[in-house]
Structures are given as C-alpha cells and as structure tokens.
C-alpha cells in the first residue's frame, strides 16, 4: 500500500512539474509577444522619422513644406530655451483636463437623468442627436460672445465637444444591461435607485471607459479648436501663428508634441481601466 500511494504521489509531483513546465513556457510566450510588439511599434516610428528625414534632405519631399524631425527638434530648442514652450504646453494639458472632467462629469449625470426618465429622454432624444451631428465649431463666435475671448470660450469649447458624446455613449451602456435582471430586482423591491447603483452603474463600467477614451480624444479637438478661435498660448495657438508667420517647423513640430501629450493621456486612462479589469 505504502509503494502504491508513493508512486501516485510521485506521479500526481510529476504531472504538477509539467503543468508548472507547460505554465511558464506560456507567460514566456505571452511576455516574447509583447515584447515584440513594442520592438515592432519602435521601429515603425524610427523608420518613419528616419525616411522623413532623410527624404527631406535629399529635397525629395519640399523640407519648407512637410519640415523634417531636426528641424522641429531646432524649433523646440529655441522655444525652450526663450522659457516659452513649457508654458503653450501646460496651458493647453490644463485646458483640456478641464473641458474632460466636466465634459465627462456632466455627460454621466445627464445619461443617469435620461435612463432615470424615460419620458424626459423621449423627449430631448432628438435634439441630443442634432446637437451630436452639428460641428461645434459653428458655434465658436457664438460661445466668443457669451463666454469672452479667453480660457473660458475655450473650456466651453471642449466640453460641448465631450459632453454629447459622453452622454450618448454612456446612456447606450445603461440600455444593454439585460431587462431580465432589473425585472428580477424589481420584483425583490428593489427601489430605481438601488437598480441603479448596484446593477446599472457596475455592469456599465466598461461602456464608461470606453467613452472616457473617446471624451480624452474629443476635449484635445475642442481646445485646439477654441485655441485657434481665440488663444494667445497654447499648442493651436504655436499652429496657428507658425501657419501665419510661415514657420511650418514650428507647427509640425507642436503637432508632434499635441500627438504625444495626447497619447499619455490616452494610456493614463487605458491605465485606470486595467486596474478596474485585474479586480473583478
């Protein structure tokens, strides 16, 4: 009995080695993927800047028209160096952080308003669309008047551009919660509130990140619109005044800055929703 239990223990040791085996060479696979990834995408941006470069120099491409990544790094050393750049930077990434959390702070409460309501969301449900197929840049002069040529004309700016959408993507969320759990909460007694904090919200979640990625991207086109209506600093500012001036090395180059910034906000979002899928 002793020698039968000693072998199943030996091969029960021996079957856990190779899952164990068969584990770590999967994380392995799954971390040289990654790798791969990152190493592939690093490489598309060198050879892109590289070719850039490189056809400019040899006048292939006109370098007065498209620049070329010296001459946009010489631009930002010399606005850097005049103590400007940081500034256009940082009041821009304010602007934007503003126009995002009210824009998505407004555009939640309205969703919630609206699944709250089923009469109130018939009712403003076209003039939601209307107001998410006009271009919001129409009303830029308008929103100059109301609003004064400044900051606040351009927060305004991001948050109309935001909000509508956050309010539309968020409220589809709430309708693809399936009818049969609220029916089985309602016939616990559940109140709307309580359907609402702990099924609604939670099983909404992921719809809710998916339109704070979209509200990131749409606040960047609001302040850089309002920017280029009235700004006197700011990124749309630097593009529109080097369009002015005829220094394109100065607009590609706070494009480029524009599009990085943007992508760190981007993955600052992208890092909060990770953390929310590892909990449950």
Not at 101 to 114: P, Y
Request: glycine share 6%; proline share 2%.
């Amino acid at each position: 009995m002793k020698k039968n239990k000693s072998k199943e223990t030996a091969l029960v040791n021996k079957a856990e080695l190779n899952v164990s085996k068969e584990h770590e060479e999967f994380l392995k696979g799954v971390k040289r993927k990654k790798r791969n990834i990152i190493i592939t995408r690093i490489l598309i941006l060198v050879t892109f800047f590289a070719l850039w470069e490189i056809l400019g120099d040899l006048r292939i491409i006109d370098p007065f028209l498209t620049s070329t990544p010296s001459r946009m790094v010489k631009s930002f050393i010399k606005l850097y160096t005049e103590g400007t750049m940081v500034g256009h930077i940082m009041i821009t990434c304010y602007e934007t952080i503003i126009g995002f959390t009210l824009g998505t702070l407004m555009g939640v409460v309205i969703a919630i308003m609206l699944w709250w309501s089923d009469f109130l969301c018939k009712v403003l449900d076209p003039y939601i669309v209307v107001l998410n197929a006009l271009p919001k840049v129409a009303l830029g002069p308008i929103i100059i008047f109301w609003a004064g040529n400044g900051m606040k004309a351009i927060v305004i700016m991001a948050l109309l551009i935001s909000v509508i959408s956050t309010i539309i993507s968020v409220l589809s969320g709430f309708r693809e919660v399936e009818e049969d759990k609220i029916k089985l909460l309602k016939t616990f007694g559940a109140s709307k509130y309580k359907i609402l904090t702990n099924l609604i919200i939670p099983s909404s979640t992921p719809t809710l990140m998916s339109a704070l990625k979209i509200s990131v991207g749409l606040s960047w086109v609001g302040v850089i619109m309002g920017e280029f209506l009235v700004a006197k600093k700011g990124l749309g500012f630097l593009i529109v005044y080097g369009g002015q001036v005829a220094q394109l090395d100065m607009v590609m180059m706070s494009v480029v800055v524009l599009a990085v910034i943007a992508y760190l906000m981007y993955e600052v979002v992208h890092y909060f929703e990770k953390k929310y899928a590892e909990k449950l």
